[in-house]
């Protein structure tokens, strides 16, 4: 996968895309980073990117001519039978980032993030350029770089291979709807707090049993909300009724409270 990133601070990701799951993922050749400067792509002395808006009102926008050159620049090698290149613009006003929107994208092998600044950016990026509008919270941060990093790394431990186990990813919390279950390691008995029973017993039925039990409670008491979005057996319903018996509509909220 090939993951171009366009930012008014291309120094921000100098160090961060050399370490960890970044690095690993580059040493075995599975992803590869080019960072790009919007201001490269100006034409003033002073490498200005950013303008007041039109009509007035607080803060500063991002112009459209950098960026339109920019993201221009960066694409014009893909060829006329290629897939579109998703433009993905971090921004609070998108939709929120999601472990099957990752999925989704990870499924590219080749994605451009433009991270945003200021105030917004000009609107004619967004209709004329840009794809996917995503943010990671419902929050404002300073710009759009740190997204970016959220973004980047969600993509890149699901490129089968760069994990150590190919498991990881699948066993990830929200990548089959529900919360990761609890996990253990030595020693078994830990001043007192004992590993449970079924960890340690080999039956790897039974342990997986204990898994999907856990990740449904789990997900019942932290984030309700999911299990809206959760396929559970018959079973699995009547069990939860019978754990919560106040609520039997386990899509409710209050579930779990």
């Known amino acids: 996968m090939r993951i171009d990133i366009l930012t008014l601070f291309p120094q921000f990701f100098s ?9 690993r993922a580059q040493d075995k050749e599975m992803v590869s980073f080019n960072v790009y400067n919007i201001r490269d792509y100006t034409h003033d002395k002073h490498h200005i990117a950013d303008d007041y ?3 007035g009102g607080a803060g500063m926008l991002l112009k459209p001519e950098p960026v339109f050159e920019a993201l221009e620049d960066v694409l014009k090698d893909r060829h006329a039978d290629e897939p579109p290149i998703p433009v993905i613009l ?23 993030i433009l991270c945003g600044h200021y105030e917004g950016i000009d609107d004619r990026v967004r ?18 770089e ?7 790394d969600a993509l890149v431990r699901l490129i089968p291979g ?15 709807g529900l919360l990761e279950y609890p996990q253990f390691t030595r020693p078994a008995d830990f001043r007192g707090w004992k590993v449970p029973e079924v960890l340690l017993s080999g039956n790897h039925a039974k342990i997986a049993a204990w898994r999907r039990e856990q990740s449904i409670l ?27 018996p106040i609520q039997a509509d386990i899509g409710n909220s209050s579930l779990g409270k």
């Open 15 to 23: 160090t961060l895309l050399q370490s960890a799951i970044f690095q």
């Open 53 to 55: 808006p039109f009509g």
């Open 90 to 112: 971090t921004t609070p006003q998108g939709q929120i980032f999601s472990q099957s929107l990752a999925y989704q994208l990870s499924q590219h092998k080749r994605i451009a």
């Open 127 to 144: 209709e004329h350029l840009v794809t996917h509008e995503v943010s990671i919270g419902d929050y404002v941060l300073s710009g759009g």
């Open 146 to 152: 740190l997204p970016a990093l959220v973004i980047a």
């Open 162 to 176: 760069v994990l150590g186990s190919e498991e990881s990813a699948v066993a990830d919390s929200h990548s089959d």
């Open 218 to 244: 789990k997900t019942a008491h932290k984030r309700p909300d999911m299990l809206a979005k959760t396929s559970l057996t018959a079973k699995e319903k009547k069990w939860l009724a019978e754990l919560f």
